[in-house]
Nanobody, 116 residues
């Protein structure tokens, strides 16, 4: 069983920054894809940013130039640096580790609230 644990969420004012961390209980270099998703109550979970096949990075259009995804394979940890946060970024943020197209592991989520 693979365990995924997110941390780093919180309350921040508009324009502020947060860094989320995701620790995985097995080597993330073996994962087909690693990504950050977010979900607002009553809405579908949406992709924020992801690594595919190690080096390919995708970002949601609304977070480009504000969010940066990164990873430290030695620590089995992935990060999401979020700058210039907006109220519409408020959501529960989830880390996903995909071993292959059929095997996905999710964390419990971390709440990010952007409000003055």
């Amino acid at each position: 069983q693979v365990h995924v644990v997110e941390s780093g969420g919180g309350l921040v004012q508009p324009g502020g920054s947060l860094r989320l961390s995701c620790v995985v209980s097995r080597s993330i270099s073996s994962m087909f894809a690693m990504g950050w998703y977010r979900q607002v109550p009553g809405q579908s979970r949406e992709l924020v940013a992801q690594f595919i096949s190690g080096d390919i990075i995708n970002y949601r259009d609304s977070v480009k130039d504000r969010f940066t995804i990164s990873r430290d394979n030695a620590k089995n940890t992935m990060y999401l640096q979020m700058n210039s946060l907006k109220p519409e970024d408020t959501a529960v943020y989830y880390c996903n580790a995909a071993l292959d197209a059929y095997t996905n592991y999710w964390g419990q989520g971390t709440q990010v609230t952007v409000s003055s």
